[in-house]
């Protein structure tokens, strides 16, 4: 009699044991990835560098992390996206085939059966496509033995700030800034500026 009665009390305790784990189970609820996004840097005209971190996988397996942006804000994975691993913990993401002087929004995201998780949203512009600036040469005058008047006008900075601008000379044709020049310093606007240097008769210019 002993015997059943401690089996009983056993099974009874087996019991109890189980249904308290079977309530902790489901007090134990899944929830979204946590997820931050990185700085972005590496920026060109056409790619950067960004990526994120898992921090928690929220219960759940994460199946899918990486990088999503778009031109438009709060992008998602439906619209560009990097694939970089699973599970918990820092990736890094190289995003590519992006177009100059364009702004971009680029937020982390991870995946688990409850759905996707994101970041916060980074902002950063892709470098211009800056050209070959423009430049004319004037006519020269005032021709003596030993100077003469020349100048040139800057119709175009190509995008870009103007460093330098002056006239270069040489005796020979196609004269280039390692021969003889005069530097007149920066100018970054595109408005039309004159220049009076002196200047031997070959001068260079476009």
Excluded at 43 to 61: K, L, S, W
Excluded at 137 to 152: E, Q
Excluded at 155 to 182: E, F, H, M, Y
């Amino acid at each position: 009699m002993k015997i059943k009665r401690i089996l009983s009390r056993l099974a009874l305790l087996v019991v109890a044991m189980v249904m308290v784990f079977v309530a902790c189970k489901k007090d134990t609820e899944e929830e979204l990835a946590s997820v931050s996004t990185n700085n972005v840097e590496g920026i060109t005209q056409t790619a950067a560098v960004c990526g994120g971190n898992v921090t928690d996988d929220g219960g759940a397996n994460v199946t899918a992390r990486g990088i999503c942006w778009s031109v438009s804000q709060n992008p998602t994975i439906d619209d560009n996206a990097t694939y970089n691993g699973t599970g918990t913990g820092s990736f890094t993401s190289n995003i590519s085939g992006l177009t100059a002087g364009t702004t971009y929004y680029v937020r982390a995201y991870a995946v688990n059966n409850q759905g996707t998780a994101y970041g916060e949203e980074r902002t950063f512009i892709t470098e211009k496509n800056y050209e070959m600036p423009t430049v004319k040469t004037n006519n020269v005058t005032n021709v003596t033995k030993t100077g003469a008047i020349c100048g040139g006008n800057v119709t175009s900075d190509g995008g870009a700030s103007i460093i330098a601008r002056g006239v270069c000379w040489s005796t020979l044709q196609n004269p280039t800034i390692s021969d003889g020049k005069t530097l007149f310093g920066a100018d970054s606007d595109r408005q039309s500026r004159r220049y009076n240097p002196a200047c031997d008769p070959h001068v260079g210019g476009g």
